[in-house]
């Protein structure tokens, strides 16, 4: 089937059908009950229908190759890229491909968090909590990234659980640490909750060595873990959705906001539930003593293995290394410090050996 796939690519459609009759009509011969449930076999069947010119009969058979019992996801994936080469040739499209070979979708999630003793977020929770059941009702997702923060995390995390979906957390700093800066405030029910989640999430990951629940910190986990979503999309070979509940009328210095406009500045799928969210202060800023700690940060990626330069080891007042990224954090109190500092490296002889970002 390889060879027929190859001349359907190079637009040869009679020696492309040839073969592929040939090929189906070999599977039928020397098929068997147990060669026949498994999907290699049927996705083999599904191509040469294709490639022979009858899609209807192809889209049946793909259908029945993601129902046989060794089907997985990884196999899909390699199915849908395939038919993505073909689809010219085929003449078919992304939604003839959604329906014959359907994949479950990845989300990345965030929203604002809760804090104890505000009556005015239980609203916007039980309206966010309908919300994001519908949504799964609606959408097939197997998988969800994302941190666990009181409030809509937690929410949209519990509900992702009830879905059958996998969780995969990823927290900006150690849990323990998490648990006190981003839980706790919001009362020990969310203790709870938060610890239920942990234990039924597919993977818990964290920044290794990032212990201060700071903005910088806070915005590099978020970015993260939406690599993470989005990545797996592309292997995958599904889409990427993103899933924000905001504050109507929130500041731009939210972090659910943020994530937000960063999400859909890539261009990607968003879903956004504003609701009358509570807007005072509560970003990544607020450590566990509920005053609020805000820092600058440049971040630089090396490109090879270069040391980051003494001069800005020098010139922060923190330095982070995260080691499940690779990347270097350079922490300010400072917004007109961290300004100095981008400049003088960017006009240095060593960015061209980083990537850099400017987290202000």
Request: with cysteine; glycine share 6%; net charge negative.
């Amino acid at each position: 089937v390889n060879a027929a796939a190859g001349y359907m690519l190079i637009n040869e459609p009679k020696k492309s059908k040839k073969i592929a009759a040939r090929v189906y009509d070999k599977l039928t011969e020397n098929s068997s009950d147990e060669i026949s449930e498994q999907y290699w076999w049927r996705s083999t069947l599904a191509e040469c229908k294709l490639l022979i010119g009858d899609a209807p009969a192809a889209a049946s058979l793909f259908e029945a190759a993601t129902s046989a019992y060794d089907a997985t996801p990884g196999k899909r994936a390699s199915t849908r890229k395939q038919l993505r080469r073909l689809s010219q040739g085929a003449g078919i499209d992304e939604a003839w491909i959604d329906r014959a070979v359907a994949q479950p979708a990845v989300i990345y999630f965030s929203g604002p968090i809760a804090r104890a003793g505000e009556e005015e977020s239980e609203a916007p929770q039980a309206r966010l909590k309908a919300a994001i059941t519908e949504f799964l009702e609606k959408t097939p997702i197997g998988w969800a990234f994302g941190a666990l923060a009181s409030g809509a995390d937690i929410i949209i995390a519990e509900a992702v659980l009830e879905a059958g979906a996998e969780l995969h957390v990823h927290l900006p700093i150690a849990p323990a640490d998490f648990l006190k800066s981003s839980v706790h405030i919001g009362g020990p029910s969310w203790r709870e909750r938060y610890i239920a989640c942990m234990k039924a999430a597919s993977s818990v990951e964290w920044a290794r060595r990032t212990r201060l629940a700071g903005n910088a910190a806070y915005r590099l986990g978020a970015l993260v873990a939406m690599g993470k979503a989005v990545r797996l999309a592309d292997q995958l070979e599904t889409k990427a959705i993103g899933y924000f509940a905001t504050q109507k009328d929130g500041e731009a210095t939210s972090l659910s906001i943020a994530n937000t406009r960063n999400w859909k500045a890539r261009g990607l799928e968003a879903i956004e539930i504003a609701d009358d969210w509570p807007t005072k202060a509560i970003s990544a800023n607020a450590p566990a003593t509920g005053e609020e700690e805000l820092l600058f940060g440049v971040v630089l990626q090396a490109k090879d293995e270069t040391a980051p330069p003494k001069s800005l080891v020098n010139a922060c007042d923190i330095c982070l290394k995260d080691e499940m990224s690779g990347l270097d954090l350079f922490l300010f109190e400072s917004l007109e410090n961290a300004l100095s500092a981008a400049a003088e490296f960017a006009g240095s002889k060593h960015s061209a050996s980083f990537c850099a970002w400017l987290d202000a």
